[in-house]
């Protein structure tokens, strides 16, 4: 199921990790160099000159903490994460930090774009959004075919991190123009309140755009296929294609990461749904799953969700072969990177940015052959 791990790999890895790291810290520790200050030439401070740091955050008054939840029988043995979780099920509005109004070009002028990429990530993750945006999520017309980017982040959850991770992310949008960031704690249980923020923001500013990617920010995506896949396909049809998962249930151990209480999910049975790794859905289904989410209350894993709002307005997933956020089995003895195996892959999961880098200039060589084809399963 995952990918086969070498030692040579792991050495390879240790090694670009090194390499990345000390890059990295390079540009973080020198002002000269730092990416952000390539973006415009500085000009002299002036009162009018753009700010040089983030704005305050707006003051609204913060969602409360519903308290009759105390109530609820067991609750207060429940695992802290379901606590929390419980506490603040209600709050679905919070204050947008970072915004890209224009992403698509307007309400109107968004059905010129095909394809928008909506990527989870969260604010320390800065690395792999650099290389995404360097590889499989660069802002081009493929053929045609509009392609855009936006990454979905929280605050980080801890106050010490958020002040100087918020201000990583006000000058990555300075230069980049691709993060949404609303505030609320980044967490693993407040990533369906992420994506719901995403639906509501993608019906206000991005209607149009015809087909939608959500996945994670550490899955590989052949954007070249999912292009190829959607193109012949209306989008004011229901799509939703990714890994399906079917007859399984909430899982009852408190010390499991995915645990649900009774308490929030007497049922045992979840509705068919996908991996939440990488999902591929069309105009007319993101619009039908914005509509149903106004009437379920939020749940904890976010692609579970995603199933239920399916399952409300009565459409399913679809299985798609060449998505597979879990990765691909490669026989022992052959190469887990070679490039033939992603090549007719459109989303593959756990690939570090090294990897990602190495991926995209592999399968876009002009002198990559694949003979035979290569047998995924
Ligand atoms: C919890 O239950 C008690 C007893 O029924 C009740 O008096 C109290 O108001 C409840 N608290 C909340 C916050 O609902
Ligand atoms: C607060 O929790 C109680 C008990 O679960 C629930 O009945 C009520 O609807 C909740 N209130 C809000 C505002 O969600
Ligand atoms: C979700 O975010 C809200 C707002 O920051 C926070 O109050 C709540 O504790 C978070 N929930 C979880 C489960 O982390």
């Known amino acids: 199921m995952a990918l086969t791990r070498s030692p040579w790999r792991r050495v390879l890895q240790k090694w670009a990790l090194l390499t990345v790291g000390a890059v990295g810290l390079c540009y973080l520790l020198s002002p000269t160099t730092a990416p952000w200050s390539r973006a415009a030439p500085s000009p002299a401070p002036t009162s009018t000159a753009a700010p040089s740091s983030p704005p305050a955050p707006p003051s609204v008054t913060p969602c409360v903490a519903n308290a009759s939840v105390q109530n609820i029988s067991g609750f207060a043995k429940l695992p802290e994460q379901s606590r929390d979780f419980m506490l603040y099920q209600h709050c ?26 909506a990527i989870k990530s969260s604010p320390a993750n800065y690395e792999r959004r650099e290389v995404i945006r360097k590889t499989w999520g660069q802002q081009r017309t493929l053929e045609g075919a509009q392609i855009r980017r936006v990454f979905l982040v929280g605050v980080a959850p801890r106050a010490l991190d958020a002040a100087k991770l918020n201000h990583l992310l006000w000058h990555e949008q300075r230069e980049h123009r691709d993060v949404l960031q609303w505030d609320f704690k980044d967490t693993f249980f407040n990533l369906t309140l992420k994506l719901m923020l995403f639906h509501t923001w993608l019906q206000q500013r991005c209607p149009g755009a015809h087909f939608v990617f959500n996945g994670d920010d550490d899955v590989f995506v052949n954007t070249d296929n999912v292009v190829a896949f959607t193109r012949g396909i209306p989008s004011d049809r229901h799509l939703l294609a990714g890994q399906v998962l079917a007859n399984t249930g909430p899982i009852r151990d408190p010390a499991s990461k995915y645990f649900v209480p009774t308490q929030l999910m007497p049922s045992e049975l979840f509705p068919p749904y996908c991996s939440g790794g990488g999902v591929l859905m069309s105009a007319f289904t993101a619009r039908a799953i914005h509509r149903a989410a106004q009437h379920i209350p939020l749940f904890p894993i976010d692609d579970v969700y995603l199933g239920m709002c399916l399952e ?18 490669v026989p022992r003895h052959s190469d887990p990177m070679d490039p033939c195996y992603y090549r007719e892959l459109l989303v593959v999961h756990r690939f570090a940015p090294y990897e990602m880098a190495m991926m995209w200039q592999a399968i ?14």
């Open 92 to 117: 679905r509005a919070f204050p947008q930090l970072l915004d890209v109004p224009g992403k698509c070009g307007g309400p109107a002028g968004s059905s010129n774009v095909f394809l928008l990429l």
């Open 312 to 329: 409300r307005a009565g459409l399913a997933p679809i299985s798609h072969d060449g998505i597979r956020p879990w990765g691909i089995y």
């Open 364 to 377: 876009h060589a002009p002198q990559l052959s694949c003979g035979r084809k290569v047998r995924i399963s």
